[in-house]
């Protein structure tokens, strides 16, 4: 679930740390088959881009039949020949306890846009993180760092 903006702070990961973790490509996050990158690449090359938001389309999709793989890629084709750097919204989900530590890094908002960033060879992307969970993504992703308070927290921080 998408992280409330009050208890954010806005910090920069290098996308091959996060990529390790957070594998757009494999399909798991939106339950279909893996997206193929040469795929994405050629629907770049050929102009074919999907400009509505998954949020808008999960929706209709419901309730209609949808090409997942092919409106993924589309998707993933449009962020990569137009970036939208907003941050992505990542956090931890499991739990460590005495049975072992069940945790990992999780990308709830932003997988098309690391899709992008992945296939462009970004050095870095922006996250929006909880504050209290800044210690737990740092033992996973070592390259985060904090760049900025969140949105809520105004010019007083």
């Not at 072992?100 to 922006?126: P, S, W």
Request: net charge negative; hydrophobic share 35%; aromatic share 6%.
């Amino acid at each position: 679930m998408p992280h409330a903006d009050e208890d954010t702070v806005e910090a920069e990961v290098r996308v091959d740390d996060l990529a390790r973790h957070c594998n757009p490509f494999d399909g798991q996050e939106w339950d279909c088959s893996p997206i193929p990158r040469e795929e994405v690449l050629d629907r770049v090359a050929r102009g074919e881009l999907e400009f509505e938001p998954w949020q808008v389309v999960n929706i209709r999709h419901r309730s209609a039949p949808l090409d997942d793989v092919s409106y993924h890629a589309g998707r993933i084709a449009c962020l990569y020949a137009n970036p939208d750097r907003s941050p992505l919204d990542i956090g931890m989900e499991g739990h460590r306890d005495a049975y072992g530590d069940c945790r990992r890094v999780r990308l709830f908002d932003g997988n098309h846009r690391l899709a992008a960033a992945i296939l462009r060879m970004d050095e870095t992307v922006r996250v929006k993180v909880m504050e209290w969970e800044l210690e737990a993504l740092r033992e996973f992703l070592p390259s985060l760092r904090v760049v900025g308070p969140g949105p809520a927290c105004g010019p007083a921080c």
